[in-house]
């Protein structure tokens, strides 16, 4: 079974641009996540999506969005980019269980976004 | 409110030697799992165990075993017989949903030769 992946793997932006990230989950995972990692930070929860919809959301400001298609795939769109979004973004896709019943995630390799 | 807490920022084990990485946590939610995770430099985020929270015993998978102190609340990471591939940034996690994931701001492992 192929993993999750993630396109592009590097991306280098400027202040004020937008920038969209790919993740293309494992065959049958219907939830994807999305991260942001940095060093000051560590690891903060995006999004998460299941069924094409967004099922929970971190504490990102608007210009963070994504989405998800009926595929599974899912895409995150972050717009205005500032100095501070520098970091390794990544997606993590599972099952998606809930209750007494929970999967673990699996996570791409992860984009590595700069901004200039 | 959710929150992991991981107190050892960097750890060193010398090669065949066993390490425990802390992770405690703290949740109202009766019910959620804990995972732990390993993020070698090259960025991937790599599952390692899984415990839920009313499993009676201890997880183990390989040279992995997650120490549950449910009263505690402390899943500590035991690692046997560490290997110089061992070495990388360690992450607990915690779900109470399955859809959500908290996590901890990890723990450097470096095993010595």
């Known amino acids: 079974k192929a993993g999750v992946t993630q396109t592009p793997r590097y991306l280098i932006k400027t202040r004020g641009q937008q920038v969209t990230l790919s993740c293309s989950p494992i065959?049958?995972?219907?939830?994807v996540s999305w991260y942001q990692q940095t060093p000051g930070q560590g690891l903060q929860f995006l999004f998460e999506?299941?069924?094409?919809?967004?099922?929970n959301k971190g504490n990102f400001p608007g210009r963070f969005s994504g989405r998800q298609f009926s595929n599974s795939r899912s895409e995150m769109n972050v717009s205005t980019l500032e100095l501070g979004d520098s970091a390794l973004y990544l997606c993590?896709?599972?099952?998606?269980?809930?209750?007494?019943?929970?999967?673990?995630?699996?996570f791409g390799p992860g984009t590595r976004l700069t901004v200039l | 409110a959710q929150k992991i807490t991981q107190t050892q920022p960097g750890m060193f084990v010398q090669e065949k030697e066993a390490v425990t990485l802390d992770c405690t946590y703290d949740?109202?939610?009766?019910?959620?799992?804990l995972f732990w995770y390993k993020q070698p430099s090259s960025g991937e985020m790599i599952f390692l165990i899984y415990?839920?929270?009313?499993?009676?015993q201890n997880a183990t998978e390989g040279r992995y075993s997650l120490n549950f102190q449910k009263a505690r609340k402390s899943a500590n990471l035991v690692i046997s017989a560490s290997q110089l591939g061992d070495s990388a940034m360690y992450f607990c996690?915690?779900?109470?949903?399955?859809?959500?994931?908290?996590f901890g701001t990890g723990t450097s492992l470096t095993v010595i030769p």
């Open positions: 065959s049958g995972h219907r939830s």
């Open positions: 996690a915690m779900s109470p949903t399955g859809n959500q994931f908290y």
């Open positions: 949740t109202s939610d009766p019910s959620y799992g």
């Open positions: 415990q839920g929270s009313y499993d009676q």
């Open positions: 993590a896709s599972s099952l998606g269980g809930g209750g007494r019943v929970l999967y673990e995630q699996f």
């Open positions: 999506y299941f069924s094409e919809t967004q099922r």
